[in-house]
């Protein structure tokens, strides 16, 4: 398992990564659609956001991360924001979040996913990242906690509708705990 930068060179795995979504998890899907429609465009943005060039409204800089097997098939993605300059982010988005393709979840790769983007968070300054998750996505929760996440609170979230649990966990430059 490795991350990778988004790039033109995982087109086809990205698109299968989309199809799969779309198939299977239709709602979090509308989040990669821009990625079909115009792939290029896509992993120039995501290139920009990195560098805070270009940020829509509301944006802060964030770094995207695809994860792929020795297969080059791409199992999750995960975004490191740079900072949680907005109440949105410091309250309920948090500085990391991650979504595992359908047919990869439950076999330890979130786990795996976040462990490689905590020491990438202490490389960009993020000494503790905030984390959240859905208080009754219990997959999610488990993969802060076994990246040593300390439960703060649930928090009934404004953007998205529904109790949002939060965790910190302290990032490391080659382990988080």
């Not at 297969?71 to 979040?97: K, M």
Request: glycine letters at 8%.
């Amino acid at each position: 398992m490795k991350l990778v930068s988004p790039s033109y060179e995982y087109q086809s795995a990205f698109l299968s990564f989309y199809q799969e979504f779309e198939n299977n998890d239709s709602i979090n899907a509308e989040y990669y659609r821009e990625g079909v429609d115009d792939f290029d465009s896509y992993v120039q943005r995501l290139t920009s956001e990195a560098s805070g060039i270009n940020l829509r409204h509301g944006y802060v800089p964030c770094s995207h991360f695809w994860m792929m097997d020795t297969e080059e098939n791409l199992i999750g993605v995960i975004r490191v924001r740079h900072t949680i300059d907005n109440l949105f982010l410091s309250f309920e988005g948090g500085h990391i979040g991650y979504d595992i393709a359908p047919s990869y979840r439950a076999r330890g790769y979130g786990k795996t996913m976040l462990k490689l983007a905590l020491p990438i968070a202490k490389s960009l300054g993020i000494s503790k990242a905030l984390i959240t998750a859905d208080e009754k996505n219990n997959s999610s929760r488990g993969v802060i906690e076994a990246n040593g996440g300390e439960f703060i609170d649930i928090v009934m979230g404004k953007v998205f509708p529904y109790p949002i649990a939060r965790y910190w966990v302290i990032c490391k430059a080659d382990t988080c705990s």
